[in-house]
Each structure stands twice: as structure tokens, then as C-alpha cells.
């Protein structure tokens, strides 16, 4: 489809949605390795509005997330920030974010990077037919995830391997609430900022 990794000229966004709470170094490790695999000009980070993959248990402020991410990404010049998601306002839909990108950004070639766990429900995902011609897709590995390809459409998913890295979001709440440290597993800025605002003190 016209989205496909090679069109001379064009240029190539990548995007990682999330709902980076927190932001941790799993996520800009991925972001880093596709960006450099796949020849990427710049990755923005779009954190999500209120998730609705996630409505078992309370999400972080938007603003907190938000804030996190910019962070956590300010000091690489191909990281940026998207607050389309949060400002739309209601349940993100990866359909929405991809409309609004390839609006905001003519003559752009997008490719959506998302963990190997997710892209394998890509096909319960709303509209996913329109996904496929918005944009191509990067299933990134990690530990204890592997992908069955079954029935995704040929050409418009590639699968990339991450150096391992076995950190989720969830173990760094976990651990923040239990006391124990986060240094090393999120940037230094976010392990303030989770102090500062003291999230996931009381999970
Ligand atoms: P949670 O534990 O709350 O589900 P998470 O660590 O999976 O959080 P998300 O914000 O849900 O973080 O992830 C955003 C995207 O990054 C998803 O596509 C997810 O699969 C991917 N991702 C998360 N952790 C890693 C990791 N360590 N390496 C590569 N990709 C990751
Ligand atoms: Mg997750």
C-alpha cells in the first residue's frame, strides 16, 4: 500500500502511542532501535487521553503523563511530544491518532510502533482495514512476548527485536509503591518528577 517503507522524498514519523505511566527506558530503547533500523527522521511520542484498553484501574493525570514523556525525550533533537490524544479528549483510538497525524503532516510516510503484545490484537482493534493504509506497522519484541502473524496483512507489518528489556510500566509502579527504587529503569528526570508529584504512592 502507499504507506510502505520505501517512498523517495517523503518523510518518515515514526509514532509511539502509549500511555507511558510511567515512560521508562523499554519505551525510547524501542524508539531508538526502529528509529535507526528503519531510517526514521523523527519519533513522536503520543501518550494516550484516557485509555480505554486500561479502565480496570485508575491512569495517571493526563498533565502527569504528559510531562513524564516530555522528559523523558527533551534532550534527543529526533524525540518529540504530541498532545493530539490528550487534547481530543475521551477513549484513544489508533485510528484517531493516525487520521490526525497524517493531517498535521503532509508528504509523511507514518510507521506505528507498538509492542509485539499489542500489534497481535491489532486485528480487534476499531477500523483496523484503515489502520493498514494510514500507516505501517512495527511490532517490537520483548521478553516473554512472541508473535503469531496469523492473519496480518502481508507488507504492512515488519517485527523488530529490542535489546532486552524486561521493564513495564506496571513492575515500575509496583516498585514505587512497595518503596523500591526505579533509578536506571526510568530516565533521572522521571524518577523526580514520580517524587515530586508523588504518584503511585497508594497502588
Ligand atoms: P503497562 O505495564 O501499564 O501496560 P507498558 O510498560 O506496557 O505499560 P505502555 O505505555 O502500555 O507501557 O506501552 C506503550 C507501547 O510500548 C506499547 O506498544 C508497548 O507494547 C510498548 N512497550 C512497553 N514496554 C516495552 C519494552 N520494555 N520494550 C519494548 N516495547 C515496550
Ligand atoms: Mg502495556
Known sequence: PGSGPSRPGKRRLGVMGGTFDPIHHGHLVAASEVAAQFHLDEVVFVPTGQPWQKS????????????MTVIATAENPQFSVSRIDIDRGGP???VDTLRDLRALNPDTDLFFITG???LAQILTWRDSEELFSLA???GVTRPGHHLTDAGLPEGGVSLVEVPALAI?????????????PVWYLVP????RYIAK???YRGE
Open 168 to 180: 513495564s510500566s506496571t513492575d515500575c509502579r509496583a516498585r514505587v509503591a512497595k518503596g523500591e
Open 136 to 138: 505501517h506497522f512495527i
Open 92 to 94: 484513544t483510538y489508533t
Open 56 to 67: 480496570h484501574r485508575a491512569v495517571s493525570a493526563a498533565e502527569d503523563r504528559y510531562l
Open 188 to 191: 533521572d528526570g522521571v524518577v
Open 197 to 199: 508529584r508523588e504518584l
Open 116 to 118: 509485539a503484545d499489542a
